[in-house]
């Protein structure tokens, strides 16, 4: 297998990633001095490196009657200006709930399987994705199920850049960066602090339209269980952050002692 190069990463501002997700800095929790969020431009031209067709997306919405031919429309236009973005994210920013795209796109038999695409992009080989599917189900048989980018970064047959820049085109999330990120009590609770501890959750931002989460491992049961715990009119914005980033920050916040050697 080839050497992959990983992508450089950049970092905007609290500010500018908090407008790009549709957020207005002034109605943010986030503490901007502690707070360094930025869009991990882990892929520069995202959808050019991990190949996802917008319009086969968008088609899919449509016949989902998740959005209008209209929507649609607007989108594209939206994203021949902006083509960094994934139509998705624009979707959302457009004020179309994310869980809703997400649910949409992982019942949908069109919809690229995440090893699909990395086998697509050349990440990997048709024959070390097989062989990682029999181990995970192996795995699975003796009730240690893993997550397939887990097996695969964990086995270092791909990097982490490779999986999140995957994971982010399998689910039209943008990535950000918890580097220098506190978590707020009073943002955890926005979800209940057990469940977002227990499920690896970091909420970023509860806005009175809008609730920002940073997840690392996207799952469909995480999408509708926060969708229906939001109040009418409310929608959530998943983002995807590194495992390693949103551990740090919940032992922070909940575990004092994690840094102290014994």
């Known amino acids: 297998m080839n050497t992959i190069t990983e992508q450089r990463e950049t970092y905007?501002?609290?500010?500018?990633?908090?407008?790009?997700?549709?957020v207005s800095p002034s109605d943010s929790n986030i503490n901007h001095k502690n707070a360094s969020?930025?869009?991990a431009g882990v892929s520069s031209e995202p959808e050019t490196i991990f190949r996802t067709s917008s319009n086969k997306i968008g088609e899919i919405l449509v016949s989902k009657n998740i959005i209008t031919a209209s929507d649609l429309s607007e989108a594209m236009e939206r994203k021949r200006r902006q083509p960094t973005k994934y139509l998705g994210q624009i979707l959302c920013e457009m004020g179309i709930p994310q869980s809703k795209i997400m649910k949409a796109l992982y019942f949908s038999n069109k919809r690229k399987k995440l090893g699909e695409i990395l086998v697509e992009n050349n990440i990997i080989t048709e024959e070390q994705l097989n062989d990682t599917l029999v181990k995970q189900k192996h795995q699975k048989s003796i009730g240690?199920?893993?997550?397939l980018g887990t097996m695969l970064t964990l086995s270092n047959t791909i990097?982490?850049?490779?999986?999140?820049?995957a994971l982010s085109a399998h689910f039209s999330m943008p990535v950000v960066s918890l580097k220098n990120f506190k978590v707020s009590t009073s943002l955890q609770k926005a979800i209940g602090e057990q469940y977002?501890?227990?499920?690896?959750?970091?909420?970023?931002?509860?806005?009175?339209?809008?609730l920002t989460v940073a997840i690392a491992e996207p799952h469909?049961?995480?999408?509708?269980?926060?969708e229906k715990a939001m109040p009418k009119g409310k929608h959530i914005m998943f983002c995807?952050?590194?495992a390693a980033e949103i551990e740090k920050c919940l032992n922070e916040k909940y575990d004092p002692f994690h840094m102290v050697l014994y």
């Open 240 to 242: 995807h952050a590194r």
């Open 196 to 210: 977002a501890f227990k499920n690896h959750i970091v909420v970023m931002n509860n806005s009175y339209q809008k």
């Open 12 to 22: 905007k501002s609290p500010g500018q990633i908090l407008r790009e997700l549709g």
């Open 144 to 147: 240690m199920h893993k997550h």
């Open 159 to 165: 990097s982490e850049v490779n999986y999140i820049n």
């Open 37 to 39: 969020i930025g869009m």
């Open 220 to 226: 469909l049961s995480i999408f509708e269980y926060l």
